[in-house]
């Protein structure tokens, strides 16, 4: 017969934990502090927002308004040139990914959207105070009227003259790089027929 193990042991029954794992109450802090964090992290960014909806557009129009100057052969140049540009090329960054070296990878995605949105911040801007419906919209909207006529409608036919010429020149890059993977292709098919004659007779 043989002897019962000294050390063995019977597992508690009331026992959390099993095979290591975290105990359910450890998982619901874990979650909890998540959530919390996440929480916090919300309630500042709208806080922020808040702020920067409040003093952005005020702040844009004076900006704008010191270079107008109540100017509108001004007010037009320089809206259709931060149009133009501030459409174009974010776009060509946009499309970058799909046509660049390092074509859909991770992080220069995220570097060529970081950047595109930053360089579209002035039209941003614009479009802020053009649509909207707050106070400091509103005052961004008086001190452009006066202080930078011509300035929002410039920068309309700028960011629509931009759009067009980013559409075209997007869609050569795609058809270039496309008749560039056809080429590449057929050279690697004329290469293996050389290598690979066929059976003699």
């Known amino acids: 017969m043989g002897k019962p193990r000294g050390d063995q042991q019977t597992p508690d029954p009331n026992s959390g934990q099993t095979g290591g794992g975290a105990s359910a109450s450890d ?3 874990s979650w909890a502090k998540k959530a919390g964090l996440w929480i916090a992290a919300l309630a500042v960014l709208i806080i922020v927002v808040l702020i920067l909806r409040a003093y952005l557009p005020r702040w844009w129009s004076h900006r704008v308004g010191g270079w107008v100057d109540g100017s509108m052969s001004r007010g037009v140049i320089i809206g259709l040139v931060i149009g133009f540009l501030c459409t174009f090329i974010p776009l060509l960054l946009l499309a ?5 070296r390092w074509r859909l990878q991770k992080w220069p ?3 060529a959207v970081v950047l595109a949105i930053i360089v579209a911040i002035p039209n941003l801007l614009t479009l802020g105070i053009a649509i ?3 106070n400091a919209a509103h005052a961004g909207q008086r001190t452009l009227d ?3 006529p011509g300035f929002r409608a410039a920068t309309v036919w700028g960011v629509v003259i931009a759009a067009l010429i980013g559409a075209v020149v997007i869609f050569y890059f795609w058809r270039f790089r496309r008749r560039g993977i056809a080429l590449k292709q ?9 290598q ?6």
């Open 146 to 148: 006066i202080e930078g």
């Open 109 to 111: 995605s995220i570097i």
């Open 132 to 134: 909207g419906t707050n």
């Open 186 to 194: 057929h050279k690697e098919h004329a290469k293996l027929a050389k």
């Open 196 to 201: 690979d004659p066929g059976p003699t007779p």
């Open 27 to 29: 998982r619901a802090g």
């Open 96 to 100: 970058s990914p799909f046509f660049g």
